[in-house]
């Protein structure tokens, strides 16, 4: 009999994957004495209980909404809110020296279905990520990291990266971006999925093998609104009303 709490437990326990570099060296100079002291003050003394909730770590990978061709890697640091919905934050690696990239919030089908048709424009469904393998739980033993991906085959992601490492930008500048997921074969860089895949000892091939017992269903309507000419990205402005939360397509 399976154990439910194991699946909870599990990703507190695995390490999983610590030899992804940052893309970028950042800008500034290096941390003087004083810092480092107090930084090693405040990591013993500070309680710092919002981090510790983000307890699941997912690597997959994300395209800018309105050009496929430009794709990176992405280490997803996951806490779970509630049945229904997730939050991640994002990293251009998974090493100590590793730079947020941007959020993403991840919702079950129940509240997705909730959603106006103008802001189900801004998410992704998960199902091929899942399915073809892509998206992995580093670490975690085979039989738990396949009870996770069969919850979030189902979900919604809407995510924005704010830090374009992938760009070689040594600082978090310009406007952040609307990113979604893959959808069908023949639409991710084949490099990011061997070089993924070596770096972090996995097999994509292996895991899409393992996972054809998961239900393939369609995404619901609205999301993936790019592959109708759906184009959604955020501007900057310097309208009086640009605090709005507006999109433009």
């Known amino acids: ?19 992804t570099n940052s893309n970028v060296k950042a800008d500034g100079s290096e941390k003087t004495s004083r810092d480092k002291i107090l930084g090693v003050g ?13 307890n699941t770590y997912l690597n997959g990978f994300h395209f800018y909404n309105g050009n ?9 640091y996951t806490a779970q809110l509630n049945e229904d919905l997730y939050q991640a934050i994002i990293f251009d690696g998974n090493g100590a020296d590793a ?16 959603l106006s048709m103008q802001e189900k424009l801004l998410w992704h469904s998960h199902v091929y990520e899942v399915k073809s393998g892509e998206l992995i739980a580093p670490g975690l033993p085979d039989a ?8 979030l ?49 996995v097999s994509t091939r292996k895991k899409r093998e393992r996972r054809k017992d998961i ?27 640009s605090a709005m939360h507006k999109h433009t397509q």
């Open 68 to 76: 496929i061709n430009a794709q990176m890697e992405a280490h997803h």
């Open 99 to 114: 730079k947020i990239m941007g959020v993403e919030y991840i919702i079950t089908e129940k509240l997705f279905k909730q």
């Open 153 to 201: 085959a189902t979900t919604y992601g809407k995510t924005i990266h704010t830090w374009h490492t992938d760009q070689n930008l040594t600082l978090p500048v310009g406007s952040p971006m609307l990113m979604m997921g893959f959808t069908k074969d023949g639409q991710i860089n084949k490099r990011l999925l061997t070089e993924r895949d070596k770096r972090l000892k």
């Open 1 to 19: 009999m399976k154990k439910p709490w194991l699946i909870l437990v599990l990703p507190l326990l695995s390490c999983g994957g610590g030899n």
């Open 215 to 241: 239900p393939s269903q369609k995404a619901m309507a609205g999301a993936n609104a790019w592959q109708e000419g759906q184009i959604r990205q955020f501007v900057i402005s310097n309208k009086p009303d």
């Open 42 to 54: 405040a990591k013993i003394i500070q309680a710092k209980q919002p981090l510790q909730a983000f």
């Open 144 to 151: 738990a990291e396949h009870e996770l991906m069969k919850k």
